[in-house]
């Protein structure tokens, strides 16, 4: 299985700073088709997880630019320009190029 | 707009056995695969497995042992099934739909969760 790696695990931030999250895999997330299957994921409290970032750095749908993802290979990035209250809640990192999908452990973001 | 709702027991003793529903309304059944994952207390989400309308399945190595995931199309509803629990099987059970709406496959839909206690 892939194993992948969240730090910090837990974050907390003054509204209106910046704030980033690192995740690591234990393999390569590059596919052969040139897609790195690397995914960020928002759960917000007492919701289910929501699709943030997709294949590293690209921005789902309604997504507000100040989130920004970065990396490559095995090393990436979530980056938030300027935290709002309504960001907190925990982020996972999530691979998809080979099965068993697996996540990074989370990352709680809350505000000062 | 596909939504899928989930139902099951909550509580259950050592030894006696998950069973959970989600039913899919408003959408294609097809055109996703269905999975059902897991957070266990202050844990990270954990991928359980999944089943597509055709017939595959296919399931985390570390549960595949013990879990059968099957679906009723002609409902449109999809199952898990895990035996034996024990207090390490305690966590938020979510169905979800794995689709490829926008060119890439994702998580796209997921239900509200259903918190499973394993307590004797």
């Known amino acids: 299985d892939i194993v992948m790696t969240q730090t910090p695990l837990s974050l907390s931030v003054t509204p209106g700073q910046p704030a980033s999250i690192s995740c690591k895999s234990s393999?390569?997330?590059?596919?052969?088709?040139?897609?790195?299957?690397l995914f960020w994921y928002l759960q917000k409290p007492g919701q289910a997880p929501q699709l943030l970032i997709y294949?590293?750095?690209n921005r789902f749908s309604g997504v507000p630019d100040k989130f920004s993802g970065s990396g490559s290979g095995t090393d990436f990035t979530l980056r938030i320009s300027r935290v709002e209250a309504d960001d907190v809640g925990v982020y996972y990192c999530?691979?998809?190029?080979?099965?068993?999908?697996?996540f990074g452990q989370g990352t709680k973001l809350e505000i000062k | 707009q596909v939504q899928l709702q989930q139902w099951g027991a909550g509580l259950l003793k050592p030894s006696e056995t998950l069973s959970l529903t989600c039913a899919v309304y408003?959408?294609?059944?097809?055109?996703?695969?269905w999975s059902w994952l897991r957070q266990a207390p202050g844990k990270g989400l954990e991928w359980i497995g999944e089943i597509h309308h055709s017939g595959i399945t296919n399931y985390n190595p570390s549960l595949k042992s013990r879990v059968t995931i099957s679906m009723d199309t002609s409902k449109n509803q999809f199952s898990l099934n895990l035996p034996s629990v024990t207090a390490a099987d305690t966590a938020v059970y979510y169905c979800?739909?794995?689709?490829?709406?926008?060119?890439?496959?994702?998580?796209?839909?997921w239900g509200r969760g259903t918190l499973l206690t394993v307590s004797s």
């Open positions: 294949q590293v750095s």
């Open positions: 393999q390569s997330l590059l596919h052969s088709d040139g897609k790195t299957y």
């Open positions: 999530v691979q998809s190029i080979q099965l068993p999908y697996t």
């Open positions: 408003g959408g294609s059944f097809s055109a996703y695969y």
């Open positions: 979800a739909g794995y689709g490829g709406d926008y060119g890439f496959w994702y998580f796209a839909l």
